[in-house]
């Protein structure tokens, strides 16, 4: 089994719907991340969370939530999708290094399509 | 602003050897990762320089200069599985990483 699992794995859905994308991990890390990726252009952080009671958010967290239930579980929020929040998704663990931040554990994506 | 450029694309021979440039402007600078990507997969690590210099992991190598804002990955002995994206990210001042937008590289026979 993957350390880190996102569901779904697929999902095509319609404008104004809402979306929920759920991440657990078995890595035991205290810090996960939400990411999107667009063809072209590099990761881009949505949310981050260092424990479950510290959410941040990214660089692009307009039109997106997010919900830190435990240590292992870290679910992304769509309210309202847009055609425009199409893009595949990547969830992400890490552990707490002295220095800031160590290497990061992706799950395997969820690609989502909005019509 | 913060900027990585990496190139868009690159093409190798099986066998060969090859050099993926990254140039990083960002505020501060705490290390530089770099992942590999198979296309429809997730990123998955290849290597961390905080350090100048070279470091060697099998067929894989990075090197860092600071001063220049420089990295390259060095891969040998290229084999097909090697074709992948190639993403290189920079941990700045604040400690958040900045990606860049990755390098595609195709290896043909």
């Known amino acids: 089994d993957a350390d880190v699992t996102q569901t779904p794995r697929n999902r095509i859905t319609k404008t104004g719907k809402r979306i929920m994308l759920e991440c657990s991990q078995t890595?035991?890390?205290?810090?996960m991340y939400w990411y999107r990726q667009d063809p072209g252009l590099g990761l881009r952080l949505i949310y981050y969370?260092?424990?479950?009671?510290?959410?941040n958010k990214g660089e692009i967290s307009d039109g997106y939530s997010v919900s830190r239930q435990a240590q292992a579980k870290f679910s992304l929020s769509l309210e309202s999708a847009i055609p425009n929040q199409t893009a595949l998704y990547f969830c992400?663990?890490?552990?707490?290094?002295?220095?800031?931040?160590?290497?990061?554990?992706f799950g395997e994506g969820s690609r989502l399509t909005v019509l | 602003g913060q900027n990585i450029d990496q190139p868009t694309e690159m093409t190798a021979t099986e066998g060969a050897i090859v050099q993926i440039n990254c140039t990083y402007q960002?505020?501060?600078?705490?290390?530089l990762f770099w992942y590999q990507q198979h296309a429809g997969e997730a990123p998955t690590f290849l290597s961390y320089?905080?350090l100048d210099g070279l470091e060697e992991k099998g067929r894989f190598s990075s090197f860092l200069s600071r001063s220049k804002g420089y990295s390259y990955l060095l891969l040998k002995e290229l084999q097909m599985k090697d074709s992948a994206s190639y993403l290189c990210?920079?941990?700045?001042?604040?400690?958040?990483?900045?990606w860049g937008a990755g390098t595609k590289l195709i290896i043909k026979p």
């Open positions: 992400a663990t890490s552990d707490l290094k002295r220095e800031g931040i160590g290497e990061l554990f």
């Open positions: 890595k035991g890390h205290d810090r």
């Open positions: 969370s260092f424990d479950v009671k510290d959410i």
């Open positions: 960002t505020s501060g600078f705490n290390g």
């Open positions: 320089n905080v």
């Open positions: 990210a920079v941990i700045d001042s604040n400690y958040q990483l900045i």
